[in-house]
Every structure is written in structure tokens, then in C-alpha cells.
């Protein structure tokens, strides 16, 4: 019902920027939080970021002070800016939306650090 255009991944050596972009469409009601799931080789998924309608953010602890969210509304797109990327950065990153309490993914877009 959600559709995602997602992009902005790729390659990237340690110490580099990405930034990904994420529009969502599909849905007669308001996105609550967007934002970014990730998932390394054999890990579980983590939240990275993510988003409310009003402006409020949260961040996993391994990518403070590195990662910056931010949102459009009239667009209904998300932003990730990534730096100093980190080889541990290296995943598939699932852009979501949430509509009251369910949670929609894209189909991910893999983003790989080299060392």
C-alpha cells in the first residue's frame, strides 16, 4: 500500500559522506516517524534513525554526531545525511514509514564502506 523510491547508496571508502533519500507515497494518511532500519551480513536489524511529523529525532548511539535526519512533508521524503562513515556502517539500509502503529520498508539499498 506504501510504495518507497529510495536512493543515495553505494559505495564509499572510510571517512566519506552518503546521503540517501527516501520518498514515500501511497497512503491518505499522515506518516507519523520515517526513517532508516539497517542490517549487516548476519546481524540483526537496528534502527538507525529516524523521524516524527513535528521534527523529532532519535539516533542509535553509533551513529551520533556522524548522521543527520530531516524530513520534507510536502514531499513526504526523508533524508539521511552519513558521515565519517565507518566500515561497521556497511548494510542494507531499509528506509519505513509508520501509520499509527504499523511499520511499512522499502526494499533497501545497500551501502558499503571500504577500509
Known amino acids: 500500500q506504501v510504495q518507497f523510491v529510495e536512493s543515495g547508496g553505494g559505495l564509499v571508502q572510510a571517512g566519506g559522506s552518503l546521503r540517501l533519500s527516501c520518498a514515500a507515497s501511497?497512503?491518505?494518511?499522515?506518516?507519523?516517524?520515517m526513517g532508516w532500519y539497517r542490517q549487516a551480513p548476519g546481524e540483526q536489524h537496528e534502527l538507525v534513525a529516524n523521524i516524527s511529523s513535528s521534527g523529532s529525532t532519535n539516533y542509535a548511539d553509533s551513529v551520533k554526531g556522524r548522521f543527520t535526519i530531516s524530513r520534507d512533508n510536502a514531499k513526504d521524503t526523508v533524508y539521511l545525511q552519513m558521515n565519517s562513515l565507518k566500515p561497521e556502517d556497511t548494510a542494507v539500509y531499509y528506509c519505513y514509514v509508520e501509520i499509527f502503529l504499523a511499520e511499512y520498508w522499502g526494499q533497501g539499498t545497500q551501502v558499503t564502506v571500504s577500509s
Open positions: 501511497g497512503s491518505p494518511f499522515t506518516f507519523g516517524f
